[in-house]
């Protein structure tokens, strides 16, 4: 069963999607009282403004549900607010145009399924600020987009390649003990296992880099 909390500008567009939602095979809307339980904040608004804004980053502070999605359904949305909207969980954007409630409906499933769908321009943005992000702020910092630094990185990599303690340290030209530093302290920060669990973890990174690839 899927949850949902409904969140419109107008009453009438609100009464008519809560009434259609209810018809709906697999999915309840609750009440306002619990919207904090739901798996999908769905918001309806001519157009996105501040208080739009203020209404999906107070759901998501407030959510129980850690990977709670939103649909939004709008007649306009710069990229600028969008930006925001995704830091808080937007997930889907359906012009008010085209939204018919069957298309919305669709839009919640999807959203459950871990599937998104936004705007191009929106796409467009959103990688820009990705690696801007990456450029301005992590590089320069010796960090990547995981949170970890390049010697990190590189010394969790090396147990995938089937090197030891000893072999990791002639590689990188440093004693043991700051091997076994690094590597505990990264064991603590990432809640590593074990040595199986860090070679897992450095496969998991090296495919989403491209490493891989």
Same mark, same amino acid.
């Given at each position: 069963?899927?949850?949902?909390?409904?969140?419109?500008?107008?009453?009438?567009?609100?009464?008519?999607?809560?009434?259609?939602?209810?018809?709906?095979?697999?999915?309840?809307?609750?009440?306002?009282?619990?919207?904090?339980?739901?798996?999908?904040?769905?918001?309806?608004?001519?157009?996105?403004?501040?208080?739009?804004?203020?209404?999906?980053?107070?759901?998501?502070?407030?959510?129980?549900?850690?990977?709670?999605?939103?649909?939004?359904?709008?007649?306009?949305?710069? !990229?600028?607010?969008?930006? /925001?909207?995704? $830091?808080? #969980? @937007?997930?889907? *954007?359906?012009?008010? %145009?085209?939204?018919?409630?069957?298309?919305?409906?669709?839009?919640?499933?999807?959203?459950?399924?871990?599937?998104?769908?936004?705007?191009?321009?929106?796409?467009?943005?959103?990688?820009?600020?990705?690696?801007?992000?990456?450029?301005?702020?992590?590089?320069?910092?010796?960090?990547?987009?995981?949170?970890?630094?390049?010697? !990190?990185?590189?010394?969790? /990599?090396?147990? $995938?390649? #089937? @090197?030891?303690? *000893?072999?990791?340290? %002639?590689?990188?030209?440093?004693?043991?003990?700051?091997?076994?530093?690094?590597?505990?302290?990264?064991?603590?920060?990432?809640?590593?296992?074990?040595?199986?669990?860090?070679?897992?973890?450095?496969?998991?990174?090296?495919?989403?880099?491209?490493?891989?690839?």
């Amino acid at each position: 069963m899927i949850s949902i909390a409904v969140v419109a500008s107008d009453r009438i567009t609100h009464e008519g999607t809560v009434r259609h939602l209810r018809g709906q095979s697999g999915l309840q809307v609750l009440p306002k009282e619990q919207h904090q339980h739901a798996d999908v904040l769905l918001v309806l608004t001519t157009d996105v403004t501040e208080e739009t804004l203020l209404v999906m980053e107070t759901a998501a502070a407030g959510s129980l549900r850690p990977d709670m999605g939103i649909v939004l359904v709008t007649g306009s949305l710069c !990229e600028a607010h969008a930006v /925001r909207a995704v $830091a808080c #969980g @937007l997930r889907n *954007v359906v012009r008010r %145009q085209n939204a018919g409630y069957d298309k919305v409906v669709q839009a919640v499933r999807n959203v459950v399924a871990g599937l998104a769908t936004l705007p191009v321009t929106v796409q467009g943005r959103l990688i820009d600020h990705v690696t801007g992000v990456q450029r301005h702020v992590l590089h320069p910092s010796g960090l990547t987009s995981s949170g970890l630094d390049a010697r !990190e990185v590189e010394v969790l /990599r090396m147990p $995938a390649d #089937g @090197l030891d303690t *000893v072999e990791m340290a %002639q590689k990188l030209n440093h004693s043991e003990r700051t091997i076994k530093n690094v590597v505990g302290a990264m064991t603590n920060r990432l809640g590593l296992r074990n040595r199986s669990h860090a070679v897992a973890v450095a496969v998991a990174f090296a495919l989403r880099s491209g490493a891989l690839m």
